[in-house]
């Protein structure tokens, strides 16, 4: 394990290219079908004159998150692993790692078989990793590539003997012993038990303990005091941890960091250390932040917790206005197919008209249906929207929103000169 | 318009079956990498060796929904356009066509391109649809294709105007007037209202006004009688609406009808008619129905309102225990990139362990996070899983499953044997 940044296949990127754009694609006009993305991104086409609903990527936004994270990270002399669930788009990857991004983390099997298939050099794997078909794949891929590195996480005995007896590769599997939230998701809630797996690891001929890693969300769902201090608490216990154990590399992996609280993690992660560390944090969403859950929470979003230029919401939904059918109601062409709704409801931004762009304000959107959002008025505001409207839309969570599009058009700064494409691989 | 059933592209369809397995599809195994979706059908793989988590289709009880669903519709005099939607698969469209289907129903400009593509001969697109580069197309798509029979939906004077300005084709676009639901989603409220639509509608050389459409389901969220008593009310006023208005052609479409009040729908589109009416349902869900919200409201579900074998749950997850940290708690590796979470959480029903599968009980999960579920013992309740089991969950709500999937395997009677695939394209 070294610091240098992880690589991929650039080629098998720049492929993804050279995919024909058709009816596969929900928001792509006709007018572009049969040519490629890139050939598409070259036109130049206009986001207004797409398939409503669409959902663009705001390419200036992305690139200043893109950097500001990896100065902030950098500054900090921490490593980062950026999600990949987020956006599952290797093209995004991509950026991650020109930007010195050191792996991509991912969540299952399946969403490691796509790094995979671009060539993605080292993988942190931030869950449990029990499934036979899963190893049998992985066992093979790592026999066949010895440049490809990967850890993943243990919290149980139990799990250890399964990965054992289903472990097939030559070379033993590095793993984390994960630390969890007493109440919260995965992770051993104790020291005894951290001991415990850590020796099974330490005792199995398929495994290999290399450090130790958790996920700080579950301790606090805001940033309150008391959030900030549960958080702060749970963090102490993965330090304890990683103090407790015996590992088998000099150095150490220790990670946690979603894109809530990466602040507490870097002061935890990089606090000094008895033997040698790789701090490394896994934020995700970091790339295209966000108008909701993130905008409020994360340490460079509206409320700062940190120094340092703030996150831009990367993300832009445009839905026509359908009908009127009430005074203060109008339903919008965007639904529960298009739009994320876990962490909060998509926020009105902008009115585009024959006339043009001007910000809209005094409504909310109150409820998707599956392909309808309820846009009502606010208590004593008319709204300003006609049968024929646009209403550009702020998101919140990033990750519900990438996995509802297979490619997104990226615009340039004015927000409506298409420059290129995403593709997605849920 | 006539009542024979849609026709579509099957040699389109059939070439669905020609495309390679590959890391594009999460669930697959590897061992399948490389073979045709039919190909791998064929070899019949046991869905126990496909990574988790998985989606599968129970394909009798689909053959059994269809069956079921064509007699009861047929038994009525009433036509069936299931809202393909739900699960955006040609193959499905296919099915539902062998078995009289007379249209498709869209709610989007990008999914009736994806019908067209497989060139699905009658969409009803039961929303308004005033997209300018999606009337472009339809415009084409109409001259193109005589063959070719297309209704959307109006509400307001304004979308008369806004597609008759935006309308490119040589045929008109046969509309019908929506009736809404005061406090509902879109449709006019008042019949001065859809008298006025429906004037602009004769009006314009670019429509032609053929029926009348709604969707009783806003009307009430639950079949209890005073629920009841309100869809039952709604479905007067679009009867009262087609009284009073003149349509463009000798035959009038009336649509009603989702999947939670077929049976009043029914009952409302062929009570007799002063004109010659075809009327038609739109339900999509039954084709998979479900084991939450649609087994709880369905007409023919938990609790029947009209006789006929009672529809069955075709749609089944897979997820494996990764950690159980706490007692009563088990985590599973699948969450809200892979199972559906809007109108309920999943159920589990089964377990698999090496010795078997057995039911489950005493569980409950309580959330999920986005690659994660959380299952608990209910109260007084042990927990009866370990580490390394698989959770077979039942699911609420198809069509939020059917988009989180590009590629679900089809079982035989047993569960685990798979005999096909079937593609989705959102």
Redesign the interface.
């Known amino acids: 394990m070294i610091a240098s940044p992880a690589r991929l296949d650039q080629a098998a990127v720049d492929r993804l290219g050279e995919e024909r754009l ?3 694609f ?2 792509v ?3 572009l079908f049969g040519l490629t993305a890139a050939e598409a991104g070259r036109r130049r086409p206009d986001l207004s ?5 669409v959902v663009a990527l705001d390419g200036p936004a992305m690139e200043h998150n893109l950097a500001t994270m990896a100065a902030w990270t950098a500054d900090r002399g921490l490593l980062l692993a950026p999600h990949g ?1 987020t956006t599952m788009a290797p093209a995004l990857f991509a950026r991650q790692l020109d930007h010195g991004a050191w792996a991509i983390t991912a ?5 490691l ?2 790094y ?2 671009f060539g993605v050099s080292r993988v942190v794997l931030a ?5 036979p ?2 190893l ?2 992985l066992a093979a891929e790592l026999d066949s590539d010895p440049g490809f590195e990967f850890t993943c996480w243990v ?2 005995v ?2 250890v003997e ?1 990965m054992t007896e289903a472990w097939t590769g030559v070379r033993p599997v590095d793993v984390l012993v994960e630390v ?1 939230v ?2 919260g ?5 104790d020291l005894d038990t951290a001991r415990a797996v850590a020796a099974a690891i330490t005792a199995s001929p398929a495994l290999r303990l290399v450090g130790v890693g958790g996920y700080e969300a579950p301790a606090s769902g805001d940033a309150s005091p008391a959030g900030l201090d549960a958080v702060a608490a749970y963090l102490d216990r993965v330090r304890t941890t990683v103090r407790a154990l015996s590992f088998e590399t000099e150095q150490v992996i220790v990670t946690a960091g979603g894109s809530a609280f990466f602040d507490l993690v870097a002061d935890a992660l990089t606090a000094p250390w008895p033997i040698p560390v790789l701090p490394v944090l896994r934020c995700g969403t970091y790339l295209t932040h966000d108008d909701g859950f993130y905008r409020e929470i994360s340490p460079l979003g509206e409320h700062p917790r940190v120094s340092g230029p703030p996150l831009r919401s990367a993300l832009r939904a445009w839905a ?1 206005v ?5 005074p203060g109601l109008a ?1 919008l ?1 965007a639904g ?2 298009d739009l994320p ?2 962490l909060g409801l998509p926020v009105p931004r902008l009115l585009r008209t024959a006339t043009g762009v001007t910000p809209l304000t005094g409504c909310t959107v109150t409820a998707l ?4 959002a ?1 846009l009502k008025a606010d208590a004593g505001a008319g709204l300003a929207v ?3 409207d646009w209403v550009g839309l702020g998101l919140s969570h990033p ?2 929103t990438f ?2 599009w ?1 490619l997104l058009p990226v615009t340039a700064d004015d927000g409506r000169t298409v420059t290129g494409f995403v593709r997605t ?2």
């Not at 998701?185 to 809630?189: A, D, I, P, S, Y």
């Open positions: 058709d009816w596969r929900k928001s006009p006709d007018t004159d797409f398939v409503g609903p669930k969540a299952t099997a399946g969403q078989r796509v995979r298939a869950n449990e990793f029990l499934d078909a899963g049998r794949w919290d149980s139990r799990g399964l969890g007493a109440g998701r995965t992770g051993v809630r026509q359908v009908s009127r059918p009430e339903l062409a529960k197919r709704y876990d249906n599956d392909q309808h309820f006609e049968v024929g990750c519900t996995d509802k297979s691989f849920f």
